[in-house]
């Protein structure tokens, strides 16, 4: 199996090992089966699932396409090696602001929007990390009824300690017991040392509470306050409904 010379082989090293496209000329594969590097959809497919309006890699219905929660940003990493060539300024420009390991779409404008430049609506913070990892030891496991947790957007601060916001989205977080669940993980959380700021939809399609939760972050990473003068505030309404009008959001503001 594997062997170069002879028989089948499925080699992924391009992709899954991030070797540089050159690398296929090291092999002379008698026959590989398996090869290859994923790429977007052209236009004329994208066009037959999208709207006008959904065509761009941050969309509901892309990320919906999207099955690989690495994948954009692998991409954005091998195009940074490509010779220059037409489109490609613009698509690093766009692939700079994509985020790995996103899990949902409302954690995908989460990250937008808190780290987008404020010139532009954002909140301009450090890039989280997305649904970082945290292994529980026996006790935990016990009480939590699980093996780990995972925090939706989180970031380190100057003395390694973890900041985490968690999104309660109504689907997942109503009801007696999900309540009595979330409550027991923002214990055990803190035990852990890990300072966890929960937010509603309420919170995130209101500016001014948004505000407030966005300041609570930058205050735990000890990062300095501004003040958004009136038309960066026009700006931030403006990127909320831009981000968030799939979600709802003009019925839930107005």
């Given at each position: 199996?594997?062997?170069?010379?002879?028989?089948?082989?499925?080699?992924?090293?391009?992709?899954?090992?991030?070797?540089?496209?050159?690398?296929?000329?090291?092999?002379?594969f008698r026959y590989a089966s398996e090869f290859g590097f994923q790429s977007f959809p052209c236009m004329a497919t994208i066009e037959s699932f999208t709207a006008?309006?959904?065509?761009?890699?941050?969309?509901?219905?892309?990320?919906?396409?999207?099955?690989?929660?690495?994948?954009?940003g692998r991409i954005a990493s091998y195009l940074a090696t490509v010779p220059i060539c037409r489109g490609r300024e613009k698509a690093m420009r766009a692939l700079r602001l994509i985020h790995?390991?996103?899990?949902?779409?409302?954690?995908?404008?989460?990250?937008?929007?808190?780290?987008?430049?404020?010139?532009?609506?954002?909140?301009?913070?450090?890039?989280?990390l997305l649904n970082?990892?945290?292994?529980?030891?026996?006790?935990?496991?016990?009480?939590?009824?699980?093996?780990?947790?995972y925090l939706d957007l989180s970031w380190v601060d100057g003395d390694s300690r973890?900041?985490?916001?968690?999104?309660?989205?109504?689907?997942?977080?109503?009801?007696?017991?999900a309540v009595g669940r979330d409550r027991t993980r923002e214990i055990i959380l803190k035990e852990l040392g890990i300072d966890c700021i929960a937010i509603t939809q309420y919170?995130?399609?209101?500016?001014?509470?948004?505000?407030?939760?966005?300041?609570?972050?930058?205050?735990s990473l000890g990062l300095r306050h501004r003040q958004p003068t009136p038309a960066q505030l026009d700006k931030k309404r403006a990127l909320h409904r831009e981000l968030f009008a799939r979600f709802g959001y003009s019925s839930l503001v107005s």
């Open positions: 199996p594997q062997d170069p010379s002879r028989g089948d082989v499925h080699y992924w090293d391009v992709w899954h090992g991030e070797k540089p496209f050159t690398d296929y000329r090291n092999y002379s006008p309006e959904d065509r761009n890699v941050f969309s509901y219905v892309m990320e919906k396409h999207q099955r690989n929660a690495s994948a954009n790995e390991n996103s899990w949902s779409p409302m954690e995908t404008d989460l990250t937008i929007l808190l780290t987008f430049p404020t010139r532009i609506g954002g909140y301009q913070l450090p890039a989280p970082r990892r945290i292994d529980l030891d026996d006790d935990y496991r016990r009480r939590a009824r699980s093996e780990r947790y973890i900041h985490a916001l968690e999104y309660l989205g109504n689907e997942d977080h109503t009801g007696k017991t919170q995130i399609f209101r500016v001014e509470e948004f505000d407030i939760v966005a300041q609570s972050i930058r205050n």
